[in-house]
C-alpha cells in the first residue's frame, strides 16, 4: 500500500487544528479539498477515521494511532530540515583546527573567540602542534583546517593555500637606547645580547642568515622554542629578540616595545586543507574570519 503524502498532509493538518476550515488555511487549499483529500485517505486506508457531531469532527481511536505515527515522521522532517538550514548557515556542526604556536597562540585565539561567538552552535577544537605534526593531522584527514608556517606545496595528501608573507620585528626594553629609534637595521643589533628561538625554527635560520650576511655578532643569552617565552624574558631584561609581529602585537607589557627591522625577515605561514576532500562552508566562513585579521595585522 503506498500512501499519498499530500493525504496525509491533510490529516495531520486537520488532527492539529480540529477543523477542515482552518486545516485548508494553513495548507492554501480550499475546505473542499481537504475533504477530498480525507475521504481519498480513508478509502486507501479502507478505515473510518473522523465522525461528525454538529460542525465538530472527532477522530476515532484509528485516527489516534495514526496521526502520533504521522506526526512522528513529519517532526522529524521538520528537524532534518532545520539542520539543513543551520548547515547551510554554518551554525552547527564540528570544526577541527590544528596550527603551529605561532599563530595558534596569537592571531588563531583572536579568529577561534570571535567564530565562537558568532556560531555557538559550532563545536570548535583548536590543536596547537608543531608545522609537521599539522600537515600529519591534515593529511590523515584529522583536522578540518591547518595553519603552517611554509611557502611551499610540496607535502602529500594536503592543499596548501599560501598566506602573505610577513616581516619578522625586533622586541626590546622600553628603556633600551634602541628602542629610540623608529626602525634598526641589522647592523644595530651588535653586540647585542640576543634571546634565539630553538635550532629549528626557520626565522632563527633567517635571521642568523641576515647577521653573517652584515658580519654583526650578538652575544647569545637564552634559546626557546617559542617566540611569547621569548617576548617574556625580553620584559625580564635579558635581552633582545626578534619574533612575528602576531606575538608581538599580543604582549601588553608597558616595559617592552617592538621596532621594524630591516633588512626583513620573512614569516612565511600557509593554510593546509585535507586533499580531494569537500570543503563545509563552515570551514570556508572560518577562511575568512582568520585572512580578515591576518592582513589587519600585516596592515601598518
Known sequence: MSLNPRQLEAFRSVMVSGSMTVAAERLKISQPAVSALIRDLEKRLEIRLFRREGNRLIPGAEAQRLFREVDRFYQGMEQIERVAL?????????????????LGLSLLSEGVKQFAHARPEVDISLDIRNSLGVLELAAAHQIDIGFVQMAGDEYPGVEVFPLPSVAAVCMLPRGHALARKKSLKISDLQDE??????GNSTVRMRLEAELDAAGV???????????HV????????LGLTVVDPFTARRVRDPGVVWRPLSPAVQFH??????????RPKVVEDFIKVVKALFLASVTP
Do not use: E
Not at 230 to 237: E, P
Not at 269 to 278: E, G, T
Open 86 to 102: 543551520d548547515l547551510k548557515s554554518a551554525r552547527v556542526g564540528t570544526l577541527r583546527v590544528a596550527s603551529m604556536h605561532t
Open 193 to 198: 645580547p640576543l634571546i634565539s628561538l630553538s
Open 217 to 227: 655578532t650578538c652575544k647569545r643569552s637564552v634559546v626557546t622554542s617559542l617566540s
Open 230 to 237: 621569548a617576548c617574556s624574558l625580553v620584559a625580564g631584561g
Open 269 to 278: 605561514f600557509s593554510i593546509v586543507l585535507p586533499a580531494h576532500q569537500p
